[in-house]
């Protein structure tokens, strides 16, 4: 009898853990990310991009850092980060000189999956791949899809105009910083949450592509739009930005509607 009970409580067992396995498993069998909460890592996927004989395989690398409290909670909020010319290439360290990879390497206390791919030189950003990419996110991590927020400086401030143009829907709000956009675009960005930083003394961007910007949104009828100017910054705007805990507080007051 007590060989019996045996044999059935280990089968209870094995079964519990096939369970927990598959439960654990997005929809179409890809493996949940199981990087170390609150470190930072380097991460790469496969993607395809266009389709029938022109499609393509491309591999993004990125830079990943999980929340100290991950595995607390079953969603959190994810910031992408979008870097400057000066960091594409292929060598992700580049990738942490500035914004949020550079800060969460110092101290992870941030309450977002930070994810911030790198663009290969010469590669401006693409839509296609950065959505390909938010699409893995979160089919293999914890992230939110009500609350996915973008940002990136110089660039990565146009990439950020560029994609929340074309694909509102997916972001709870942006931050592009010290970037620019096409004001033909405004009635895309009416009803997303904006935040956009320049500096007064850029002469690199213009301060008038991110006022360009913002003054088109207001003229579709946009009231979730602001621009800070610092009167006195050159194109540096972003790291007083990125240092500035309000901006993170602002990010976690927008959320997308189910």
């Not at 007064?200 to 949104?217: C, H, T």
């Amino acid at each position: 009898m007590r060989s019996r009970i045996g044999l059935v409580a280990v089968v209870v067992v094995l079964a519990a853990g096939l369970f927990a396995s598959a439960a654990d498993k997005p929809e179409g069998g890809i493996d949940l990310f199981d990087g170390e909460p609150g470190v930072q890592v380097d991460a790469a996927t496969e993607v395809t991009l266009g389709a029938g004989d022109s499609a393509e395989r491309a591999t993004i690398h990125y830079l990943i850092a999980l929340p100290e409290d991950y595995n607390k909670q079953d969603k959190w909020p994810l910031m992408i980060f979008l870097h400057g010319r000066g960091e594409w290439g292929n060598d992700l360290s580049r990738v942490k000189i500035h914004g949020p990879p550079k800060n969460v390497e110092k101290n992870n206390t941030t309450p977002f999956v930070i994810v911030s791919p790198q663009s290969p030189k010469g590669e401006y950003w693409k839509v296609e791949k950065l959505s390909k990419l938010l699409d893995h996110i979160l089919a293999t991590t914890k992230a939110d899809p009500q609350r996915v927020y973008l940002t990136g400086l110089s660039m990565g401030g146009f990439g950020t105009w560029a994609w929340a143009a074309a694909e509102p829907q997916r972001f709870a709000a942006a931050i592009p910083i010290c970037g620019g956009g096409n004001p033909k675009d405004a009635e895309r960005l009416v009803n997303l949450p904006i935040w956009a930083f320049h500096g007064g003394k850029d002469n690199v961007v213009a301060l008038s592509r991110s006022q360009a910007m913002v003054d088109a949104i207001q003229e579709a009828g946009g009231t979730n739009d602001k621009l800070t100017v610092y009167p006195e910054a050159g194109h540096n705007s972003w790291t007083k930005t990125y240092d500035n805990s309000e901006i993170y507080k602002w990010l976690l007051s927008h959320q997308r509607a189910k």
